[in-house]
């Protein structure tokens, strides 16, 4: 018998029995495999869903259980904002930059708001309000929240601004849990047959299509026949040290992975019998110094005393320009107006304070005339609203002048800057994986962050959007799989 790799495809004709049989295979049990689970059933599809740990879960349960939805939804409109189709999926464009799929950012816009129905219907609970100002997630039961870059720079003028984080009706932090378990039941009275404690180790091709998969149980290699298609649902590649090395190697700037058993897995295997992975060098992180949201009325500046940012944007999209900056550290600029201790969580430590910026930049240890001057040049054009090097918005763009002052530090090394990759398996609409040609490989769908989806650019990212692309595209990878 041929050996049984991760890295190649094994072939049908040497399986020497089928231990399972069925039409849809999912490899994976997060919020992905769950939504394309209900779908395949829904189609009167026969599925198996493989799950390596012990339970669901994967990235979508540490999640705060926020999803990015937009173009006029029930809170929106309560809340008084006319978001368009258009403007969502502009915005949706633009946070791609320069790795965006417009096909998905085109087809998640048309269909969000039957998306967002498709949710209530399977039982997740929205209360429907708005709860204004800048939040990480909300720690009551608040549905919509500003959870990206809308109302900031360049965002903001090529796309009309509304919120569009909606978060599942719980109490608290960790949202995603409840989500999970939701639809997970839902899975479940449907008929999806669940096996945990099965890890997926190789593809079976017959030819060139892809027509199961091989599980590990109980140290058992067993045979999965899938008539319709496999459907992979592993997350991401943040604890594959050496993936990272070879595709993300800026990632090791920052010290604290999200996941849950995201090896890359599904990227190999896909990769394995041919599919494409790309934009594998992208990453979202971020540092929490929203809280308290006083501190994006601050300064960013790095080593050299000079800002690199609009602060008034996502705090993910600050974190990871903060990443791009030489030094191993940045500092957070505050006066006694805005300044608040941070969380302890964010490992964020006070620098250097002063009565003056000089003696601010003083005991920074920085050139004379360097930080000083950058907040000469801001506050001096703060106060007349404006902010001709990087558009930080009027209200959140105010001078920093009632002394003393404090520079926070944000050390790469120690502060909680959390990370997890965004690259994958190339993907169309329909779920389907793609080769380098960009033609379907037969058999074979995937979702979720094991594939590059609509958060492909750490630079754009916006809370909502990994469990907008997993639930939205499982759900079409599940509806192709059973077609």
């Known amino acids: 018998m041929p050996d049984i790799s991760m890295v ?24 992905t495999g769950a939504c394309a689970a209900i779908e395949a059933r829904t189609a009167g599809a026969r599925v198996l869903l493989f799950e390596r740990s012990s339970g669901s879960g994967g990235a979508s349960a540490l999640s705060g259980g926020e999803i990015y939805i937009g173009g006029g939804t029930d809170a929106q409109r309560a809340a008084g904002f006319d978001d368009t189709v258009e403007d969502f999926t ?62 900031a720079a360049p965002f903001c003028h090529a796309a009309r601004p509304a919120p569009r984080g909606h978060v599942i009706q719980h109490v608290g ?49 067993r045979f999965v026949r899938a008539t319709k298609g496999v459907v992979l649902a592993t997350g991401g590649f943040v604890f594959n040290d050496a993936m990272r090395r070879k595709y993300c190697p800026d990632s090791f700037r920052v010290n ?18 041919g599919g494409d992975a790309i934009h594998m060098d992208q990453f979202f992180t971020t540092c929490p110094w929203t809280m308290p949201e006083s501190h994006a009325y601050g300064v960013f500046v790095n080593r050299a005393g000079q800002r690199f940012i609009n602060e008034d944007c996502y705090h993910g999209r600050v974190s990871r320009c903060a990443v791009d900056q030489d030094g191993g550290k ?71 002048d009632q002394a003393p002052f404090v520079a926070l530090e944000l050390n790469f090394a120690t502060s909680y800057f959390s990370f997890f990759t965004l690259g994958g398996l190339r993907t ?25 989806g609509l958060p492909a650019w750490g630079h754009g990212y916006s809370s909502g959007m990994s469990l907008a692309d997993c639930t939205f595209f499982g759900r079409q990878a599940g509806k192709a799989a059973a077609a």
């Open 8 to 31: 190649r495809p094994f072939p049908a004709s040497a399986v020497p029995q089928w231990d399972f049989a069925t039409d849809v295979a999912i490899i994976g049990f997060g919020a």
């Open 90 to 151: 502009a915005y949706l464009k633009l946070a791609g930059g320069p790795c965006v799929d417009e096909a998905k950012c085109e087809l998640y816009g048309r269909e969000a708001l039957d998306h967002y129905q498709w949710l209530k219907d399977q039982g997740v609970p929205y209360r429907g309000n708005f709860l204004p100002g800048k939040h990480i997630e909300p720690t009551d039961d608040s549905t919509l929240i500003w959870s990206g870059s809308e109302a």
């Open 173 to 221: 932090w960790g949202g995603g849990r409840p989500l999970v378990n939701i639809l997970e039941a839902r899975a479940r009275d449907l008929g999806t047959e669940f096996h945990c404690d099965a890890r997926a180790v190789a593809l079976i091709t017959d030819g060139a299509r892809v027509c199961g998969a091989v599980v590990r149980i109980d140290n058992t290699n």
């Open 256 to 273: 604290s992975p999200i996941g849950d058993k995201d090896d890359g897995i599904g990227i190999e295997l896909g990769v394995s019998v």
């Open 330 to 400: 940045v500092y957070l600029l505050l006066d006694m107006a805005h300044f608040v201790q941070p969380l302890d969580l964010a490992g964020i430590t006070i620098a250097g304070t002063g009565n003056t910026w000089e003696e601010v930049e003083a005991e920074l240890d920085m050139a004379p005339g360097t930080l000083s001057a950058t907040m000469a040049v801001y506050n001096t054009h703060a106060r007349a609203g404006r902010d001709p090097l990087f558009d930080k918005q009027v209200p959140i763009l105010t001078p920093l």
């Open 428 to 452: 169309s609409t329909d779920g389907e994986v793609l080769d380098r040609q960009g033609q379907p490989i037969a058999g074979l769908y995937a979702a979720g962050r094991c594939t590059s």
